[in-house]
């Protein structure tokens, strides 16, 4: 199995065009590595490759990507489709970028695939476009993928988009993703957006080999300290490195990476203490275009 992290910023992206923080800033000059929004693309044989959230960044990552190059024929591409963890704008909106695909398919649960075609209206007009099959992903049934790849969904977080501040659907808002390759076992556990630390986070790292992240903000203070406005750790809902660092420190043989960075996180620059610690501990935060094999 090999997984490319594509994007590993948070909505946004790095730099935030708005913003004129000490990271950002560092990115404009060239001194830090710009990033692109949080996505990942995963494949079991190196044919069938599937995307893990499509972020609004998705056209530039897919062409940045060499086995993502579409051939032999003139709209082959090894692109069979995505899997959604959440219904958050970025990682939802990459969906319109790939609407001239046919056959794509859509995997997500019945809370998020209702929040698209509801409160997004997303669903409405993609199926304008082009022949898409949509999948019902039902936390702790796993489901096959092209390529040898089975999927486990675990529900993680309740954290819901600001967009759909009116619905009244409850279920399963979040949820990290179990990737096994049936061919040699080896297992990766992608969650992009995390709230707390949850027992089912313990549980899938028991026999994971990768561990993908969110590494959104490094202390639940930062975007306040950092932009000078009023948003927390509580109000944003991702749980700070400074919290789950000490989680992952428990589990050294797996391969840690933090990814869906915010523009604001002082990790960004590897010349800063936050980042010498998480190197001290193990803990990555690779660029984007990275690839992992497992």
């Known amino acids: ?30 001194r830090l590595a710009s990033r692109s929004q949080d996505c990942l693309a995963i494949s079991g044989d190196d044919r069938n490759w599937w995307l893990f959230n499509a972020s609004p960044d998705i056209r530039t990552q897919l062409v940045a990507t060499a086995a993502l190059n579409p051939g032999p024929g003139p709209r082959d591409t ?8 959440d219904a958050e704008l970025d990682h939802a909106l990459g969906l ?11 995997h997500a649960t019945a809370t998020v695939a209702e929040a698209l075609h509801g409160d997004l209206d997303l669903r409405t007009v993609l199926d304008r476009y082009a022949d898409w099959t949509w999948h019902d992903v039902v936390p702790g049934e796993p489901f096959d993928l092209d390529g040898g790849l089975e999927v486990t969904a675990v529900p993680i977080s309740g954290k819901r988009p600001k967009y759909t501040g009116g619905s009244t659907v409850d279920g399963d808002w979040v949820v990290a993703y179990r990737v096994v390759d049936r061919r040699t076992g080896g297992t990766l556990v992608y969650a992009p957006c995390l709230a707390t630390w949850p027992a089912a986070l313990e549980h899938l790292l028991a026999d994971a080999d990768v561990l993908v992240l969110d590494g959104t903000f490094h202390s639940p203070d930062e975007m306040g300290v950092r932009t000078g406005g ?7 809902g991702h749980l700070p490195i400074a919290h789950s660092l000490p ?10 990476i933090y990814t869906h960075l915010n523009n604001t996180n002082p990790v960004l620059d590897p010349d800063s ?3 010498a610690e998480l190197v ?15």
Do not use: I, Y
Not at 4 to 26: E, S, Y
Not at 78 to 85: A, S
């Open 230 to 236: 009023s948003h927390g750790q509580a109000a944003m």
């Open 280 to 294: 001290a501990a193990g803990v990555e935060v690779p660029p984007d275009g990275t690839v992992v094999e497992l």
């Open 273 to 275: 203490p936050e980042h």
């Open 247 to 256: 989680e992952l420190r428990r589990h050294p043989g797996v391969r840690r």
């Open 1 to 30: 199995m090999k997984a490319v992290l594509l994007g590993t910023a948070a909505g946004g992206g790095f730099p935030q065009w708005n913003c004129a923080c000490a990271p950002c800033d560092g990115a404009r000059s060239g």
């Open 78 to 85: 090894p692109v069979r489709g995505v899997v959604l963890t």
């Open 96 to 106: 319109l970028t790939l609407r001239g695909g046919a056959g794509v398919e859509v």
